[in-house]
């Protein structure tokens, strides 16, 4: 997968850009807060059209302006596909490909795979739960239209309950219509809980050896699934899940009235993550924390060239630089093939990396 030509308008600092990139590697560089994270967020937009920074698509949109465009000429599955992305203030957005407006963004899914790996990457291992949560849904949601589907509806779902929850002693009413919520809320989280579980077992076939190579054989990475408590298997296929998710809802009914919060349900999901025996959330120093972190990403990187026969693009943002000389060779020597974007302050040769282009970022545009 190549993103052969970008255009920007009047997103995040750029009132304008056009630039085309090589199928390599593209070095991203120049001074602080002059907009190298905005370009590689823009890219890794187009894949999902989600954010890894941004909760909400109005705070990619310039300052004093109504609305920002994204466009993309991607290369991908043997053909050229375009991808437009308007972005409204308080009227949504409009996706499109080839010229034809998507329904939902699920069906961006195989097109643009991309792998973000950021600074802010160390709180996938020392923040909480939503973090992984989020790592794990920006990857499934590439590779799977369905699990976009049912998780954008499992939110939507989640978002009435809780409202319903909330404003029940004033309107008691309110109750006759947690049972169907209930049910549907089940349905869907079945659907997360499964896709959720495969991901998962994937990533446990492939970051533990390479965060053995990472760390020199001398600590151990593991990784296991906590999802509702009535769930033994997570694997299992939705329809088999339903009942068990139900029974858990039920058993905690009276507690979600008593608490007016929603207590049952995928979205308290955890990915677990230990190193040397240990919890990574507690326990990992700030070396150990970064090489959980970035094998969990190349793991997922592999796990998209696995899935789809294409690697996917890589975007570093400002991570080699944190890396010593042994881990950054090891990051260089994982990353052969495929397209990569990487930020730096400094134009400055990377040893192990041949061919590409540089481009200078300053104040939003490339000089």
Not at 47 to 59: G, N, P, V, W
Not at 305 to 329: A, H, K
Request: hydrophobic content about 40%; charged content about 25%; glycine content about 8%.
């Amino acid at each position: 997968m190549i993103i052969k030509r970008l255009e920007l308008d009047f997103f995040r600092n750029y009132a304008h850009l056009e630039a085309e990139f090589d199928p390599r590697v593209n070095l991203i560089y120049g001074d602080n807060a002059q907009g190298k994270t905005n370009l590689l967020e823009a890219v890794s937009y187009l894949s999902a059209a989600r954010s890894h920074r941004a909760r909400y698509d109005k705070e990619m949109i310039m300052l004093d302006v109504n609305s920002a465009f994204i466009r993309g000429e991607v290369f991908s599955r043997n053909r050229d596909f375009n991808i437009e992305a308007h972005l409204f203030r308080g009227r949504g957005r409009q996706l499109c490909s080839n010229g034809v407006r998507l329904k939902t963004a699920g069906e961006l899914a195989g097109i643009l795979n991309t792998v973000l790996f950021c600074p802010e990457d160390l709180s996938l291992i020392r923040a909480g739960a939503a973090e992984r949560r989020k790592f794990l849904d920006g990857a499934i949601c590439q590779l799977r239209p369905r699990y976009a589907q049912a998780l954008a509806e499992y939110n939507r779902l989640y978002d009435h309950k809780t409202r319903i929850l909330r404003d029940w002693p004033e309107n008691p009413s309110l109750l006759q219509t947690l049972d169907d919520f209930n049910l549907r809320m089940a349905q869907t989280g079945a659907i997360v809980i499964h896709y959720r579980a495969h991901f998962i077992k994937r990533l446990q076939e492939h970051a533990p050896a390479i965060h053995a190579d990472f760390s020199g054989g001398r600590e151990g990475l593991k990784l296991n699934y906590d999802t509702v408590s009535t769930v033994n298997d997570p694997k299992l296929p939705p329809r088999e899940l339903l009942p068990l998710l139900l029974a858990h809802q039920e058993k905690h009914r009276q507690a979600e009235i008593d608490s007016r919060q929603c207590l049952s349900g995928p979205h308290k999901d955890d990915l677990a993550v230990s190193v040397g025996g240990h919890p990574a959330k507690t326990y990992a120093s700030q070396g150990q924390t970064r090489t959980a972190a970035l094998s969990l990403k190349l793991a997922q990187r592999e796990i998209f060239q696995e899935e789809t026969g294409e690697w996917p693009v890589l975007l570093l943002d400002d991570v080699l630089s944190e890396l010593d000389s042994r881990r950054q060779s090891f990051v260089l020597n994982r990353i052969r093939g495929g397209q990569v974007f990487i930020t730096c302050c400094e134009e400055e040769k990377l040893e192990g990396l041949e061919g590409g282009r540089a481009f200078h970022i300053q104040n939003g545009g490339l000089i």
